[in-house]
């Protein structure tokens, strides 16, 4: 039955039904419609959702095609997306501040971290979250989004947003299905994406690295202008083992290591509130790196975190992690150390006897260099007159190119 009006008339009224639900305005209002074309009872909406994230989009596309399903005469309905404009999109490099977060192992909260510290993170900049889990992208899947990925006019892929922050994830392109790629492969389809996505925010990007430090790990850092990395491990001795080994491996690449996340380091009682340990931490000590975060095991965390806002362990994650990127590379260079970086061959063993002769015993000896300095030991120990093993060395490596030793005279 219809009622003397065209079917175009009936199908906008029925579109002027369909809310933006950010405001009280219709689709037409909001500027979601662009054009209603219908056909021999073929409906076909054109739309631009693009300021939309992609799971109101999502909401909005179904409320139209149940709305406009309903209209007597109308025998299919389509809605059409329109390609956002690509204007002052950008590539990887524009990004202020590149983050990633790894781990030894899989299944430790890798990408749980790497999404909470984007959400924590998007409080205060403009992020970007990339998920490079190419055997398992479980990025979508903890923040509830889907694709379809949409095209730049240029043919790039545009992030899907989630409360202004732009996500991109293999798993979006390929939505469910397991991706067996391997070396070469894995990492061009990776490359491609990691290169051509036109993000739209540019402060700061987090990648969540596959686990591990395959080839596509150690390309992808290489070939990225990564900040600092964040490893992610659980207590248990063997993973921290391993992750003190991915910590000294991201150094012998010039990785910066912004520090350690120790995760599910204990589980605290619903009922009694009673925190006990998971596993036995007895081998924090081997982890080179500084501990950013010590996290429950908790339900908390299994949820789906918001940008800006998260519980307050990761917030406090966050500004850790904010403050380490922002001296990442950077070494804290004591006044009273000896700094032979850069200082020519010949004359780095004048300047360490000339500062250690100085100090009265039991002063502090400290030496910045940009090579390993544990053979100093054995020439401070010649020149303090003592055996090796009665002096006391510490040797660290501050950033992948700096070194610190420290000794008593
Ligand atoms: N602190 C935590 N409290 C409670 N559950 C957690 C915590 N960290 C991680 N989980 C849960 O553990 C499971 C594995 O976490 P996640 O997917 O982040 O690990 P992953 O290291 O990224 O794994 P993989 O890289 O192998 O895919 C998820 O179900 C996640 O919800």
């Not at 409360?163 to 798993?171: F, H």
């Not at 070396?183 to 290169?195: K, N, Q, Y």
């Not at 001795?237 to 012998?252: N, S």
């Not at 520090?259 to 596993?279: K, Q, R």
Request: net charge negative.
């Amino acid at each position: 039955m219809t009622d003397g009006t065209t079917l175009t008339d009936r199908v906008e009224a029925a579109l002027r039904t369909v809310r933006d639900p950010a405001a009280d305005l219709s689709v037409f209002e909001a500027g979601f419609v662009e054009n209603v074309a219908v056909a021999d009872g073929e409906v076909t909406v054109e739309t631009d959702l693009t300021a939309l994230d992609g799971e109101t989009s999502q909401g909005v596309i179904e409320a139209i095609l149940r709305a406009v399903d309903d209209v007597d005469g109308v025998e299919s309905v389509h809605v059409e997306q329109a390609a956002p404009s690509s204007e002052g999109r950008a590539g990887v490099e524009a990004f202020d501040r590149v983050i990633a977060v790894a781990s030894a192992k899989g299944g430790v909260g890798k990408s749980t971290v790497a999404t909470h510290l984007a959400c924590a993170l998007a409080a205060d900049h403009d992020v970007a979250l990339f998920d490079a889990d190419i055997h398992g992208p479980n990025v979508p899947t903890l923040l509830d989004l889907s694709g379809p990925v949409h095209s730049s006019e240029e043919g790039d892929p545009l992030p899907v947003r989630r409360g202004g922050m732009d996500v991109m994830s293999v798993g979006l392109i390929e939505s469910g299905t397991p991706l067996a790629w391997r070396g070469a492969m894995a990492h061009d389809a990776l490359s491609d994406l990691f290169t051509n996505t036109a993000w739209r925010n540019e402060d700061v990007l987090v990648i969540d690295l596959p686990p591990g430090t395959g080839d596509v790990v150690l390309t992808t850092l290489q070939e990225t202008p990564v900040d600092g990395v964040v490893v992610v491990t659980t207590p248990f001795h063997a993973a921290v083992a391993d992750t003190a080994r991915t910590v000294e491996l991201f150094r012998d690449n010039e990785v910066p290591v912004l520090g350690a996340v120790i995760n599910m380091a204990e589980y605290v009682c619903d009922c009694c509130g009673e925190a006990n340990d998971l596993f036995a931490a007895d081998g924090l000590g081997d982890l080179d790196a500084p501990v950013l975060a010590e996290l429950p095991f908790t339900h908390d965390l299994q949820g789906r975190p918001e940008p800006g806002s998260v519980p307050a362990v990761i917030e406090r994650l966050g500004d850790r992690v904010a403050d380490a990127v922002e001296h990442a590379g950077e070494v804290d260079v004591p006044a009273d150390a000896v700094d032979i970086r850069g200082v020519a061959p010949q004359e780095r063993k004048e300047r360490v006897r000339e500062r250690f002769e100085s100090l009265a015993p039991g002063e502090r000896f400290v030496l910045v260099s940009d090579r390993d300095p544990t053979p100093v030991a054995g020439f401070l120990s010649r020149l303090a007159e003592t055996p090796r093993d009665a002096l006391d060395v510490d040797v660290r490596r501050a950033t992948p190119t700096a070194w610190v030793l420290e000794a008593e005279r």
